[in-house]
């Protein structure tokens, strides 16, 4: 017995419509256009089809090395997220109890989610800049600088990554049953072995999501990077700097290839979550099923 | 109590007492558990987030010249921000009208995320009735945001360019004669623009808390006679307000501090606080620059605290 639907639902359902349409339309232009013809332009419409473009991405022809640029931000993104899993893991586990500095380390991540990146960037820059400048005064004349991919650029996007991480450790723990630890501690395991054979397995689909988090916002950040990574661009860094210069629609491959990457991680992510949850509900439990 | 007192008194008197003294020796205090749980993520804030913070205070109170920073006081990168203020009153200096059009900027992002995200998140909480339908449709509005920003900002070239999709439209309908200019490199470009990135931000928060709201509410609004306008101003806006809060800081920091989609989406010829300090960075004006940083953070800090005593005021009321 199904009521009818209002007026507004069709109102809005169109209003959903529209913004749906505006959310992907752009994005599907220049997927389509990535795969002009050798002698197309930026604009519609196609001059033939080709992935002429995409190939010359990949033979390094461009100016800029994007090869190197790719492997860097890969580099980059693996580490944020195995980094950004452990950290969180753990804060949120020492979230389940009060301890001190408890809300001082709560208001550093929401404060570091909400600070204008350029800040963010400008300080750790000017932090490294400090630390390069005493080094040199106290150590080592030649020194070069402390910036790099795996120090303040790593740094840089911890802070945008982690904040992220531990606020989808509170959902998780929002809604994780304590009994369950309650009955291992009972049947005699160890803190650890609680953690590795009770708690990880049944929050482990939402740790994947953490990761995935991790690595695609590590992978498309640019704002925190611009200023905190010193002499190396990744790639993001690489597409904003082609907009500016750019005349053939190898920026729209560019676009194309680092989406596919995205859009490749979430996919396995995504995959292996339902796998995980699949196993949990046809494993977790024996629970109704007979005494033998 | 017993055992433990008698182990403390007399070890060895209880058989066993060895090997359960020693259990207890590596057994860590709860206290320090939680810090070496929750120290690391600690440090990362205080290396790369808080010092860093401090450092954006120190600096912006340093001197410097074309090639370095100077390490003692001068106010030099504030006088420098605001050189020539005074003397153009009543007129605003470039530093004035450049957080006036950063505002102006920042307040049409946030009105259209707003309405746009409110709406959104109002037929995703209350009229898609189907969880699964709720999950997909949701998901379909968060994939765009799991790609590059650069990429969705140059999505919008091909559309908008002289020679863009909507520009030959309109051409073909007969609707314009020429090309039209405004559409890119323009204000409009970088409001769209921000308006397609950063609606997520707002569709989020103030979903959660509509689909929180306890439907009998709303029943019963109906049933005390109100019409649908009133219940969704006396009943659903109240309560999802502090989504609304939460959505409006996120749009309302990043906006602020945006410099890269209003440099791609301005065709660089637009002023705004964060390309300000990009500029000045360019330069190695770090003084300079992080006297802006703490300019922008101020106003920042000041929108939110603003924000956040409209709703605790509302609520107590």
Not at chain 1, 4 to 19: E, H, K, M, N, T
Not at chain 1, 45 to 68: H, R
Not at chain 1, 227 to 247: E, H, K, R, S, Y
């Amino acid at each position: 017995m199904k009521e009818g639907r209002p007026r507004s639902f069709y109102v809005l359902a169109i209003f959903f419509a529209a913004y749906v349409l505006f959310l992907y339309g752009p994005m599907i232009a220049i997927y389509v256009l990535s795969f002009q013809g050798p002698q197309g332009g930026l604009t519609f419409p196609m001059n033939g089809v080709s992935t002429f473009w995409i190939a010359k991405l990949f033979q390094g022809t461009g100016i800029v090395d994007l090869g190197a640029a790719f492997r860097r931000s890969l580099l980059l993104g693996v580490i944020v997220m195995i980094v950004t899993v452990v950290l969180s893991v753990a804060a949120g586990m020492a979230f389940r109890r009060k301890f001190k500095a408890q809300s001082l380390l709560f208001y550093s991540a929401i404060a570091s989610l909400i600070v204008p990146s350029i800040i963010t960037s400008l300080g750790i820059s000017l932090e490294f800049r400090i630390i390069d400048d005493l080094i040199k005064a106290h150590w080592n004349e030649s020194f070069e600088t402390s910036m790099g991919l795996l120090t303040s650029g790593l740094g840089a996007h911890l802070t945008w990554t982690l904040p992220f991480g531990l606020l989808i450790m509170f959902a998780i723990f929002n809604r994780f049953d304590p009994r369950l630890e309650e009955a291992a501690r009972d049947l005699g395991a160890t803190p650890w072995q609680t953690f590795r054979h009770v708690v990880l397995p049944i929050i482990l689909p939402s740790v994947i999501g953490i990761g995935l988090f991790g690595f695609t916002l590590s992978w498309d950040e640019l704002a925190r990077s611009s200023q905190a990574i010193g002499a190396v661009n990744t790639l993001p860094l690489d597409l904003q700097g082609l907009t500016t210069t750019v005349t053939n629609p190898d920026i729209y491959a560019l676009g194309t290839v680092i989406s596919a990457v995205s859009f490749t991680v979430i996919t396995l992510a995504l995959g292996t979550i339902h796998v995980l949850n699949k196993r949990q509900a046809a494993k977790g439990s024996d629970a109704g099923k007979g005494l033998v | 109590m017993s055992e433990e007192v008698l182990q403390q008194a007399s070890p060895g008197l209880i058989p066993g007492s060895g090997t359960a003294r020693a259990a207890k020796a590596t057994r860590l205090s709860p206290s320090f558990i939680s810090w070496l749980q929750a120290g690391p993520m600690m440090l990362v804030f205080l290396a790369f987030f808080l010092i860093p913070l401090v450092f954006v205070v120190i600096v912006s109170f340093w001197d410097y010249n074309e090639y370095q920073l100077l390490p003692h006081f001068s106010g030099r990168g504030y006088t420098d921000t605001f050189e020539g203020c005074l003397a153009q009153l009543p007129d605003l200096c470039t530093i004035g009208k450049t957080y006036l059009k950063t505002l102006k900027l920042c307040f049409m992002v946030w009105a259209i995320t707003l309405f746009i995200g409110f709406w959104v998140a109002y037929f995703l909480a209350f009229h898609v009735r189907s969880k699964t339908w709720q999950m997909g449709l949701s998901l379909l509005c968060t994939i765009p945001f799991w790609t590059s920003n650069v990429i969705r900002m140059i999505a919008w070239i091909p559309l908008l360019g002289r020679n863009g999709l909507v520009n030959s439209g309109l051409v073909k309908t007969g609707l314009i004669n020429h090309p039209v200019e405004w559409l890119l490199f323009s204000e409009f470009s970088v409001v769209l623009a921000l308006v397609h990135l950063f609606t997520f931000f707002m569709v989020v928060p103030i979903f959660n808390s509509m689909v929180r709201i306890d439907k009998s509410l709303i029943e019963a609004a109906y049933d005390a006679g109100a019409t649908g306008f009133q219940t969704l101003v006396n009943v659903i806006i109240p309560l999802a307000k502090p989504g609304i809060v939460i959505g409006s800081i996120f749009v309302i920091t990043i906006v602020m501090g945006d410099f890269i989609t209003i440099g791609v989406m301005g065709g660089q010829q637009i002023a705004a606080a964060g390309k300000i300090i990009e500029t000045r960075v360019n330069a190695l004006q770090f003084p300079a620059a992080a006297a802006n940083a703490v300019i922008l953070l101020a106003i920042t800090f000041l929108i939110i605290t603003m924000m956040s005593r409209i709703v605790d005021i509302k609520k107590e009321l």
